[in-house]
């Protein structure tokens, strides 16, 4: 009677899910900072916070007043799936995403990313307060046996200048060259992907261990590399893999985890699944499921910034790497034919996350100051634009006729990873 009343569950969950569309933006608007905190916003030369203009209104709209010295006020609003007022806390957007969880452990892809400039509680948003905090006493597998536990493997990669940098390889920092989708390489005649270090992990502290190993690499290299981390975009890849049947649990790559994680040899598992986009031929009788944790660079204007030399070349490649998510998302809600994904390595990398493989839930992240209005505002505007996306299982609408470019069309059906019994 529990599995079936599981089942049920699941089904009227699932349908609700798709009945909403599977692109859906929630907006978080930070708390209020001392002026001397805050970070310094090229667009309004302004350095005194006076007062916010960002405010929850109820937990669906925000509200921005644009008032300009000399100008009437002008009020905009923005509507949401859920708005996050500066009081709420990482509970309340746990509490939101749970269902996204279970979602995943369908069989869905799900891809959370955190979109807006720099300090508005995008890194915040998705790991929590800085340094990690470690999980609470969760079991390494669930209680009583009833349920086979799947595979956990994770990825840590940083999106900077265009290039793949392996947050988790053992060298350190590998640059990887990026996706070669192009190149069908393997004997099966699929496209070959770069090697990406995907490790095991046997539990919640594990996982938690090597995020912030990545974390960490990601924070040294920015004070060698780029000004700081908001400069490179962050994909932590959380992949799930069960035997397809509720039958035997498919084989671990490495020794059972015993609590401490594997230090050494950090293996990358070549054409490791999950981490990039086009994964690898998934054996017979499993299915697999991924996470993708999105930490998107600042959007802030590079133009307004006057930034220069290196600082200015990142700060071009990220504004061209959002344009093209942006992009991406315009041709997507236009329903066009061509997508064009390829133009960053960013929209390259989350294709199957933008293009309907994945339930993608993208947190729009502001700070409620007055000298971050046009920042939050252009955010606020990407959200929205987000939201016009409805790809096919959304909404309701009727699939498109005719053919469509790969990856532009709905849900796949899933493949639960407890199937019900
Ligand atoms: P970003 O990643 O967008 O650059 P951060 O997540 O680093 O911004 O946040 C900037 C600062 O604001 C950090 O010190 C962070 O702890 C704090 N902060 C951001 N969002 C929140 C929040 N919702 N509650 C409390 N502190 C926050
Ligand atoms: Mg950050």
Known sequence: RFHRERQRRRQLHNRLVELQGNIRVHCRIRPAMPAAAEPHDPVSHSSSASGDVAHAVDDETVLVQCSRPGHHAVHKTFNFERVYGPAEGQAAVFADV??????????????????????????HTMLGPRPLAPPGPTGSSPGGGALPTPRVEVSVLEVYNNDIFDLLAEDGCAARPGLRREVPTTREGRKAVSPLTCLPVGSAGELMELVGAGLRLRARRATSVHADSSRSHLVVT?????????????????????????????RASSGSPGALPESPARPAGQVRARLQLVDLAGSECAAASGARGPALREASFINRSLAALADVLGALAARRDHVPYRNSKLTHLLQDALGGD?????IVCVSPHRQHMAETLQSLGFGARARQVERQGGRGRPAPRGPRSVGACGLRPPSPLFPAT
């Open 358 to 362: 994945a339930k993608l839930l993208v």
């Open 98 to 123: 749970c269902p996204l969880l279970t979602s995943l452990l369908d069989g869905y892809n799900v891809c959370i990313m955190a979109y807006g400039q720099t300090g508005s509680g995008k890194t």
């Open 238 to 266: 959380v992949t799930l893999t069960a035997a397809a049947s509720g039958g035997r649990h498919p084989p671990s790559p490495s020794p059972p985890a015993t609590g401490r994680r594997p230090r050494a040899p950090r």
